[in-house]
């Protein structure tokens, strides 16, 4: 019976990341998709579209599957029709939360958002609801093999970028959204392509949080992240380092 058990968890665990993988592609189409039909769909000539193509192939996604998305892109049907979609709100404990979506359905999609913070304590709000707690950053990152702290950080100041925080695993360049594309061909001309270039929302104001608090956030995050259309969530919760492990594992 053990032995039966271990393997129906090891088969649930895989069954898990067989899912998230498939999540990850999902998303990752759909922005090559986006990309492709927001300009020329050419990698060069379309610096959205390149970021999109490189973090497909971090995550090890086929190459006719990259192709194809960017072929809908430049000829979508009307199947690939996806606007992208921003909703607002507050989660329990009063943390912010901001979720970006693509969606070729917007009531649907609206449905279902409202309905998951609901259920999970929390309220959506109108669009700027909870937005001026968040700046969009041009948010590009680096392994930590790339070089030193320092080495990164003359880069990131020749390149314009704002600010370079470094730790064990990577390092994390920051710079205006206006700058993003000259910041980005800046680094990559100084350090090779970044693990990942792209907008995001970064918190302005922190939410503090203890374990508890944090854990009832966190199952509204793990519901927005299950819903097909969700994109990215963007909370401003602060929790310490040994709270998210424990709460991660």
């Known amino acids: 019976m053990a032995g039966h058990s271990k393997f129906k968890n090891i088969m649930h665990r895989k069954g898990k990341q067989d899912k998230a993988r498939g999540k990850i592609f999902t998303r990752l189409i759909r922005e090559i998709i986006v990309a492709a039909r927001s300009g020329i769909p050419e990698l ?3 610096p ?3 970021a999109a193509v490189i973090a497909a192939r ?13 072929k809908r892109g430049s000829g979508a049907t009307d199947s690939d029709n996806y606007e992208e979609i921003r909703y607002e709100g507050y989660g329990p404990h ?10 070729d359905n917007r009531n649907r999609t609206a449905g279902d958002i409202r309905s998951i913070f609901t259920k999970n304590g929390g309220n959506m709000g109108e669009t700027g609801s909870v937005g001026f707690m968040f700046d969009r950053l041009g948010v590009m990152t680096y392994p930590a093999s790339i070089g030193s702290e320092d080495k990164v950080m003359e880069a990131a100041i020749e390149a314009g970028a704002d600010n370079c925080e470094s730790n064990d695993e990577e390092h994390s360049i920051t710079c205006p959204m206006e700058a993003f ?5 800046g680094l990559t001309k100084a350090l090779g392509e970044p693990a990942s270039a792209k907008l995001q929302f970064v ?3 922190l939410s503090p949080l203890n374990e508890e608090q944090a854990r009832a956030v966190m199952k509204l995050i793990d519901a927005l992240d299950d819903n097909d259309d969700v994109q990215n969530v963007t909370v401003n919760m602060d929790v310490d380092d040994e709270i ?3 709460l991660s594992a």
């Open 94 to 103: 009063g943390v912010a939360v901001i979720v970006e979506t693509m969606t």
């Open 48 to 50: 959205r579209l390149r």
């Open 181 to 185: 594309n000259e910041v980005r061909e």
């Open 203 to 205: 918190p302005n104001i």
């Open 44 to 46: 060069d000539a379309n």
């Open 58 to 70: 971090q995550e090890n996604m086929p190459k006719d599957k990259i192709e194809n998305a960017i």
């Open 244 to 246: 998210m492990e424990r």
